[in-house]
Each structure stands twice: as structure tokens, then as C-alpha cells.
């Protein structure tokens, strides 16, 4: 796991990642359920599509549209095992821990926030 800050910095510097955008649909879901609920949606999926030590179809669990945590997950690297392990130091073959899954649950908020609008 890693600092938050340095963190977002080099995926600010990832040419790929850093243009990795919510689309209208995705946008009007998050505004609509708020964050807290899709964060909670994301938990879901992480727990069942990256938590175990050998993913099913591990590399392409994460659909790259049709919810606002699967972009979110591209966007920070937590989309599949290879990458939680080149981006968060997050070893291969073995079950994400509670803290594991939380922390990576808080790089998809942190990034999720930055893009609601907020309600006025
Ligand atoms: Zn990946």
C-alpha cells in the first residue's frame, strides 16, 4: 500500500491513467446514488472480483464502462491484480487482508470525489 498523495501524483504523470474520464452515464449515476453508495457498490466488487488469491479471468474483471467504480478502478490502478501490484504494492496470490480492501476502496473515493458535483 502506499502514500495517498505520492500516490495520485504518479498517476497524474501516467499518460494512460490520467485520461481515464467518467462518461455522462456514469457521471449521472454517481450524482444521482451519491458517493457513499457506489463506494459501498465497490466494495461489493471488490470483494468478489479482486479479493481472492486467484481472481477469476484476473486482468479483465473490470469492465471499462457501466459504473463509476470500474472507471474509478482504471483510473487508479486497482482494476486487477497485476496492477495493485505495479501500482500499490499489493502482492499476487494471496487474499487482499480487511486493510488491503479498504485502502483500496479509499484511492476509488478519493478519486470519485474529485469528480461529483456537488448537490446545490
Ligand atoms: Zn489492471
Not at 501524483?9 to 458517493?35: D, N, T
Not at 470483494?47 to 483510473?75: C, S, W, Y
Not at 487474499?95 to 478519486?111: F, G, K, M, N, S
Request: glycine share 6%.
Amino acid at each position: 500500500m502506499r502514500d495517498m498523495d505520492e500516490l495520485f501524483a504518479a498517476l497524474a504523470k501516467s499518460r494512460f491513467r490520467s485520461r481515464i474520464k467518467l462518461g455522462a452515464k456514469e457521471q449521472e449515476y454517481l450524482q444521482e446514488k451519491g458517493l457513499e453508495i457506489i463506494v459501498e457498490h465497490g466494495r461489493g466488487f471488490i470483494t468478489e472480483r479482486l479479493a481472492p488469491a486467484k481472481p477469476k479471468n484476473d486482468g479483465r474483471q473490470t469492465p471499462m464502462k457501466n459504473h463509476p467504480v470500474f472507471i474509478a478502478q482504471h483510473a487508479t490502478g486497482t482494476c486487477c491484480r497485476n496492477c495493485l501490484s505495479k501500482w500499490h504494492k499489493i502482492p499476487k496470490g494471496k487474499a487482499l487482508t480487511p486493510e488491503q480492501i479498504d485502502y483500496i476502496l479509499a484511492t476509488i473515493e478519493r478519486w470519485l470525489r474529485a469528480r461529483i458535483c456537488p448537490k446545490n
